[in-house]
């Protein structure tokens, strides 16, 4: 049985992605990036993390032969830099990084200054698929913010999460069936 491709993207909307910046190059005028959902903690032993980059994307040629990028993971304030960064507003390659504070990371990757996590990397591994390529980055840097609420994206919109009452932790969860009174 296939899948629709429209049914595909539908159902994956109903699933919120934290929203992150993928960057990449050492040099300033040879800098790009790209807005992400599609990044994720892989192992704390590497510390590892997997992103997945369309083929097409002016950073996938640019991560395999610096051999090094960022996944900068966005807050509330930064909706704006995530549409730069994913091409809405027409802002290419190097001229995107006018935007936001940046900074070199140890692999020489541009970070930014004031993402809720950073990860600087490098290109430890690569998986290719029909449409993408699944990089994975070893973690030679890392800079963390609670100030700020993540971004994410959910339904083709950005959002905040909202603090939930009563937060649970996972040691406190036992192997009882919980409901939605067990969070109010």
Known sequence: MSVDAKD???AMRQCAGAVALVT?????GKRTGLTVTSACSLSDNPPSLIVCV????????RIREEGAFAINFLHED????????SGQKGVNGDDRFAFGQW?????GAPVLTDAVA???CVLAQEF?????????????GVSHSDEAAPLVYLRSSFHVPHEIRGTVSVGDLD??????SDFS
């Open 175 to 180: 192997s009882r069936h919980l409901s939605w």
């Open 78 to 85: 930064h909706a704006l830099l995530a549409l730069t960064f």
């Open 118 to 120: 950073a990860f600087d």
């Open 8 to 10: 595909f993207k539908l």
């Open 54 to 61: 369309n083929r097409n994307a002016s950073a996938h040629a």
């Open 103 to 107: 900074t070199r990371g140890t692999t």
């Open 128 to 140: 290719e698929t029909k449409t993408h390529s699944i990089f994975v980055g070893e973690v030679r």
């Open 24 to 28: 990449v190059g050492a040099e300033h």
